[in-house]
T-cell receptor, first 113, second 116 residues
Framework: GAGVSQTPSNKVTEKGKYVELRCDPISGHTALYWYRQSLGQGPEFLIYFQGTGAADDSGLPNDRFFAVRPEGSVSTLKIQRTERGDSAVYLC???????????FGQGTRLTVV | AQSVTQLGSHVSVSEGALVLLRCNYSSSVPPYLFWYVQYPNQGLQLLLKYTTGATLVKGINGFEAEFKKSETSFHLTKPSAHMSDAAEYFCAVRATGAYTGNQFYFGTGTSLTVIP
């Protein structure tokens, strides 16, 4: 596609449930990032993939959060036992190479009720 | 470690007036620098970037920014504000080392209001 695509655009889930957020990066982009943005804040780094491997997962807040990118393209961010504090916009971005700018998707707004 | 400070969480300017949004970074070596804009309910869109070369960088929509190493700053300017410039603006940095620079560090953002 022309840009980074994220699905769903909105997700409402009950506390304790499991959710998956999908990111389809720009074709050919080897680097993929997940960020989380709370209201009134800047994006907060979660995890970075270079190809299929998670090169840096230092931003994942705890072990309820996990992300995969099995074929080096589409990535899924998985959140187990969701909590109300997980409510935020989850942004995905991709870039062609390490030093290039990142292109962001529209985000998935997650609301945990 | 990298960090970004954006002075002024809210800036208001009159239509046609100069826009100045401030960004200072903290880094042991000059990083790559970026400005992104975010419109309501949308993702981040790149305005401009500095990696190497000329320190005055021109971006889209008439914006420009100047990298000043001595001041560790990368302020964003536009000579004449348009109503359509009303949005949230984020400054971001990224390290340049071979084994660093995995992530972009973002400031907390500056909300720009343009008054007709």
């Amino acid at each position: 596609g022309a840009g980074v695509s994220q699905t769903p655009s909105n997700k409402v889930t009950e506390k304790g449930k499991y959710v998956e957020l999908r990111c389809d990066p720009i074709s050919g982009h080897t680097a993929l990032y997940w960020y989380r943005q709370s209201l009134g804040q800047g994006p907060e780094f979660l995890i970075y993939f270079q190809g299929t491997g998670a090169a840096d997962d230092s931003g994942l807040p705890n072990d309820r959060f996990f992300a995969v990118r099995p074929e080096g393209s589409v990535s899924t961010l998985k959140i187990q036992r969701t909590e109300r504090g997980d409510s935020a916009v989850y942004l995905c971005a991709s870039s062609l190479r390490r030093e290039a700018e990142a292109f962001f998707g529209q985000g998935t707004r997650l609301t945990v009720v | 470690a990298q960090s970004v400070t954006q002075l002024g969480s809210h800036v208001s300017v009159s239509e046609g007036a100069l826009v100045l949004l401030r960004c200072n970074y903290s880094s042991s070596v000059p990083p790559y620098l970026f400005w992104y804009v975010q419109y309501p309910n949308q993702g981040l869109q790149l305005l401009l970037k500095y990696t190497t070369g000329a320190t005055l960088v021109k971006g889209i929509n008439g914006f420009e920014a100047e990298f000043k190493k001595s001041e560790t700053s990368f302020h964003l300017t536009k000579p004449s504000a348009h109503m359509s410039d009303a949005a949230e603006y984020f400054c971001a940095v990224r390290a340049t080392g071979a084994y660093t620079g995995n992530q972009f560090y973002f400031g907390t953002g500056t909300s720009l209001t343009v008054i007709p």
